[in-house]
């Protein structure tokens, strides 16, 4: 009856409620430190954990319970409480305070050096901070003579009605490690740490999906989402950049049915449609260098497969290079250099 009379008068406003209890008396028995600002829902949470300790049920004290009750009223009745949806309507006319640090401010301000050879970058990790604002998070390797570099940017965006924040901004996190490091030893640690910098609690491995970043890339805000790039593994992205750190050539071959059958061979990047001529030569059952590269059975649209990593992949680069035929010298060169790369050789012939 009494809560009906209580809920009544609030509605209405026609009851005025008094009580001998102040806010500090009303805080300091619900166990609510003196200079906080709750909402009803919080006041409400604090308000079960004490009755789980006061109620005369469970063994608590009935005089306690009583006055448990009347400090939830005295602060549910705060009109600090009750003029917060007010502002909530109102923040529209209120100067919105903008917290907005570009990207290229967030790259000066950490200090950045400049010259740096990007080679790849991992993808997006989105974190919420709070339920209006957001947060993607991504890591950079690059180059420098010096120095190898791992730059970690936080774009936190979003909009908080209730303070009249918005928030647009980027933060960035540096880490160096000098070049004489080997990057396959070091990569998944530095990365890691970025991570956990920007407490994100993701589980990094060498399976985790990358892009390897177009040369002469530059990273800015027209080209921080679309980097371009080939997406891989970061396993394969650091395998990538050690040869290119240490020119070497990377040969690839990619298999293509649609629309008729065509051979290409990828040297870091560098793509090479093979003619007719070689194109049947090669996927001829009589011819073996495509199958000891590729499982026959797996050959299908889109196959690729790294002739550098293979076992006979010195062997298979100076086959390519004796049997194609009218193909550019440059392909011939290169085929060449990549095998003569390779140190280890088998004594098998293709």
Same mark, same amino acid.
């Given at each position: 009856?009494?809560?009906?009379?209580?809920?009544?008068?609030?509605?209405?406003?026609?009851?005025?409620?008094?009580?001998?209890?102040?806010?500090?008396?009303?805080?300091?028995?619900?166990?609510?430190?003196?200079?906080?600002?709750?909402?009803?829902?919080?006041?409400?949470?604090?308000?079960? $954990?004490?009755?789980?300790?006061?109620?005369?049920?469970?063994?608590?004290?009935?005089?306690?319970?009583?006055?448990?009750?009347?400090?939830?009223?005295?602060?549910?009745?705060?009109?600090?409480?009750?003029?917060?949806?007010?502002?909530?309507?109102?923040?529209?006319?209120?100067?919105?305070?903008?917290?907005?640090?570009?990207?290229?401010?967030?790259? /000066?301000?950490?200090?950045?050096?400049?010259?740096?050879?990007?080679?790849?970058?991992?993808?997006?990790?989105?974190?919420?901070?709070?339920?209006?604002?957001?947060?993607?998070?991504?890591?950079?390797?690059?180059?420098?003579?010096?120095?190898?570099?791992?730059?970690?940017?936080?774009?936190?965006?979003?909009?908080?009605?209730?303070?009249?924040?918005?928030?647009?901004?980027?933060?960035?996190?540096?880490?160096?490690?000098?070049?004489?490091?080997?990057?396959?030893?070091?990569?998944?640690?530095?990365?890691?740490?970025?991570?956990?910098?920007?407490?994100?609690?993701?589980?990094?491995?060498?399976?985790?999906?990358?892009?390897?970043?177009?040369?002469?890339? $530059?990273?800015?805000?027209?080209?921080?989402?679309?980097?371009?790039?080939?997406?891989?593994?970061?396993?394969?992205?650091?395998?990538?950049?050690?040869?290119?750190?240490?020119?070497?050539?990377?040969?690839?071959?990619?298999?293509?049915?649609?629309?008729?059958?065509?051979?290409?061979?990828?040297?870091?990047?560098?793509?090479?449609?093979?003619?007719?001529?070689?194109?049947?030569?090669?996927?001829?059952?009589?011819?073996?260098?495509?199958?000891?590269?590729?499982?026959?059975?797996?050959?299908?649209?889109?196959?690729?497969?790294?002739?550098?990593?293979?076992?006979?992949?010195?062997?298979?680069?100076?086959?390519?290079?004796?049997?194609?035929?009218?193909?550019?010298? $440059?392909?011939?060169?290169?085929?060449?250099?990549?095998?003569?790369?390779?140190? /280890?050789?088998?004594?098998?012939?293709?």
């Amino acid at each position: 009856m009494y809560r009906n009379i209580l809920k009544l008068a609030s509605r209405y406003q026609f009851l005025a409620i008094t009580t001998s209890m102040n806010q500090s008396e009303a805080k300091n028995i619900m166990g609510i430190p003196a200079n906080s600002h709750l909402l009803p829902n919080e006041i409400n949470k604090y308000y079960r $954990e004490m009755a789980k300790k006061l109620h005369p049920d469970i063994g608590g004290n009935h005089s306690d319970m009583v006055a448990l009750n009347e400090a939830k009223e005295v602060l549910m009745r705060d009109e600090n409480i009750h003029q917060k949806p007010k502002i909530y309507w109102e923040q529209r006319e209120v100067p919105k305070q903008e917290i907005n640090y570009t990207l290229d401010e967030a790259i /000066k301000n950490s200090n950045v050096p400049g010259n740096i050879e990007w080679m790849f970058v991992t993808n997006l990790k989105s974190k919420p901070i709070s339920v209006d604002i957001s947060s993607s998070v991504q890591v950079w390797y690059g180059r420098t003579k010096n120095e190898h570099i791992f730059l970690g940017t936080e774009h936190i965006y979003g909009e908080n009605y209730y303070q009249s924040i918005s928030q647009n901004t980027w933060v960035c996190h540096l880490q160096t490690v000098p070049a004489s490091e080997n990057l396959s030893d070091i990569a998944l640690s530095e990365i890691k740490n970025i991570f956990n910098k920007f407490r994100c609690t993701y589980k990094v491995s060498n399976s985790e999906k990358t892009k390897i970043l177009p040369s002469g890339f $530059e990273l800015n805000i027209n080209t921080v989402y679309d980097c371009g790039g080939k997406g891989t593994t970061l396993k394969d992205a650091i395998y990538n950049a050690t040869n290119k750190i240490e020119n070497k050539l990377t040969a690839s071959i990619i298999y293509i049915t649609v629309p008729t059958t065509r051979i290409i061979i990828d040297i870091n990047g560098r793509k090479f449609v093979l003619n007719k001529t070689n194109t049947k030569m090669m996927t001829s059952n009589h011819n073996e260098i495509l199958h000891s590269i590729m499982n026959k059975r797996n050959i299908h649209h889109g196959s690729e497969t790294n002739i550098t990593k293979s076992n006979n992949g010195k062997i298979i680069l100076i086959a390519l290079a004796r049997d194609l035929v009218d193909e550019p010298e $440059e392909l011939i060169e290169l085929l060449n250099k990549a095998a003569n790369q390779l140190n /280890k050789v088998r004594q098998n012939n293709v």
